[in-house]
């Protein structure tokens, strides 16, 4: 099925009006996700090579509706477990009393209660 759906996508790219905009849509979008899921893939820091290969082989506009949404399905929840690790892990290496460590979820005053240098419940 992926060479049928390669091929009509090639044909509707090249077809005029509504048909052609939205295939070239649709690889415009899977291109510009591709690059930012290189993104993440680095943490934030600027996408490899090897990074942008692995994206761009996440999504493919030659699948067919199934297999693209359970590969949607699958990248949102890698997301999902990327953002809750992100927004719930500490600063790692920062000195005592850091403005770092104070205020986030889950820490403690420097020298607290625990005598956690650096002030991480356990």
Known sequence: ?????????????????????????????INDLAGELG?????????TDHSMRLAASNLKSEWNQKTFEQALTTLRTALRMRSNSISHSMPQGVTPGSHYVEGMPGATPAGGADNDPLGIRK
């Open 39 to 47: 993104n993440v893939y680095m943490a934030g820091n600027t996408p």
């Open 1 to 29: 099925m992926k060479l049928l759906n390669r091929a009509q996508l090639a044909v509707s790219k090249n077809l005029p009006g509504e048909a052609g905009a939205v295939a070239n849509a649709l690889d415009a979008q």
